[in-house]
């Protein structure tokens, strides 16, 4: 059943042993340190798959990661989420690749996967009606913004392309990571993109549809991958991103600014703190 964002318009793995033809005689205790650090991750287990593939195709550039994120760890805080040096999310803060325009892929089209001409004749209040309808019983999440605040959102999509947001979980809290290009947002768990970067599976795509836009609205859809996050855990990520990003909350652009900037004085607790705020 799909779940929407309302706006006033009106596996259990141990790590995989193999065994490295190459190299085996200078594998180091601190490689293997780290590769334990990594495996006593409390969402390890959610993506040991993907990760075993990058370590028996590419053990070598697997191990260099692995040492890489382990150094400026501290094992009990992260299983905690406390206070952690926020230097192990650099690659996050500091992204060696800046968003630039000319890269930004083509957005999704509307039409591909809802037919336009039927609601040509429509309103606003129509076309939400109609949207959510047709996402009823849909496993995705839908949303029907106004124009004025996705202008909003949009301008800090573009001064603010990489943000965290924090995820409740049963052992504490995982930090989810968006990326955005155009109008869509891309969600990766953090631990799948310190160990894949780029090359990191999405759990959570939202696409904001503009051709609508003449009649002041902007529609959304949010596909996820349903073996990392559920219904909920998605519409959590959609709620916080639009509740960050839509400009009215002082603090959150603090934050947003904070992490893009400032990355040095950026704290990742007050994100679980703004988010246990707003839960109370």
């Not at 299983?79 to 930004?104: C, G, M, W």
């Not at 549809?209 to 855990?233: F, P, S, W």
């Given at each position: 059943?799909?779940?929407?964002?309302?706006y006033?318009l009106?596996t259990?793995?141990k790590?995989p042993?193999?065994?490295?033809?190459r190299?085996?005689?200078t594998t180091?205790?601190?490689?293997?340190?780290?590769?334990e650090?990594?495996?006593?991750?409390?969402?390890?287990?959610k993506?040991?798959?993907?990760?075993a593939e990058?370590?028996k195709?590419?053990?070598?550039?697997f191990l260099?990661?692995?040492e890489?994120?382990?150094?400026?760890?501290?094992?009990?805080n992260?299983?905690?989420f406390?206070a952690?040096?926020?230097?192990?999310?650099?690659?996050?803060?500091?992204?060696?690749?800046?968003?630039?325009?000319?890269?930004?892929?083509e957005?999704?089209k509307?039409?591909?996967i809802f037919?336009?001409?039927?609601?040509?004749d429509?309103?606003?209040?129509?076309v939400q009606?109609i949207w959510?309808?047709?996402?009823?019983h849909?496993?995705v999440?839908s949303?029907?913004i106004?124009?004025e605040i996705?202008e909003t959102?949009?301008?800090n999509?573009?001064q603010?392309p990489t943000?965290l947001f924090?995820?409740p979980?049963s052992?504490g809290?995982?930090f989810?990571?968006?990326q955005i290009?155009g109008?869509?947002?891309?969600?990766?768990?953090?631990?799948a993109f310190?160990?894949?970067?780029?090359?990191?599976p999405?759990c959570?795509t939202?696409?904001?549809?503009?051709?609508?836009?003449q009649?002041?609205?902007i529609?959304?859809?949010?596909?996820?991958?349903?073996?990392v996050?559920?219904?909920?855990?998605?519409?959590?990520?959609?709620?916080?991103?639009?509740?960050?990003?839509?400009?009215?909350?002082?603090n959150?652009?603090?934050?947003?600014?904070l992490f893009t900037k400032s990355?040095?004085?950026?704290k990742?607790?007050?994100l679980?703190?703004e988010?246990?705020?707003?839960e109370?």
């Amino acid at each position: 059943m799909a779940l929407g964002i309302k706006y006033l318009l009106n596996t259990t793995l141990k790590y995989p042993k193999y065994i490295f033809f190459r190299n085996i005689m200078t594998t180091s205790s601190k490689s293997e340190k780290a590769m334990e650090i990594l495996q006593n991750n409390p969402y390890y287990e959610k993506y040991a798959d993907r990760i075993a593939e990058m370590q028996k195709t590419s053990p070598e550039e697997f191990l260099k990661r692995v040492e890489e994120q382990s150094k400026n760890k501290n094992n009990e805080n992260k299983k905690k989420f406390a206070a952690v040096d926020t230097r192990q999310y650099s690659s996050v803060l500091n992204p060696k690749h800046a968003l630039k325009e000319e890269l930004i892929l083509e957005d999704k089209k509307l039409n591909d996967i809802f037919k336009l001409e039927l609601v040509a004749d429509k309103n606003a209040e129509e076309v939400q009606i109609i949207w959510e309808e047709y996402h009823k019983h849909k496993e995705v999440i839908s949303a029907t913004i106004p124009k004025e605040i996705y202008e909003t959102i949009q301008l800090n999509m573009k001064q603010f392309p990489t943000f965290l947001f924090p995820l409740p979980r049963s052992q504490g809290y995982e930090f989810i990571m968006s990326q955005i290009s155009g109008h869509t947002v891309h969600f990766t768990p953090l631990l799948a993109f310190q160990v894949h970067k780029e090359n990191a599976p999405e759990c959570l795509t939202m696409v904001h549809y503009t051709e609508l836009v003449q009649k002041g609205i902007i529609l959304m859809r949010g596909e996820y991958d349903k073996n990392v996050l559920n219904g909920k855990e998605a519409q959590c990520l959609a709620n916080q991103f639009q509740l960050y990003y839509n400009g009215r909350n002082e603090n959150k652009i603090k934050l947003l600014k904070l992490f893009t900037k400032s990355p040095d004085i950026f704290k990742h607790m007050d994100l679980i703190t703004e988010l246990e705020t707003l839960e109370m």
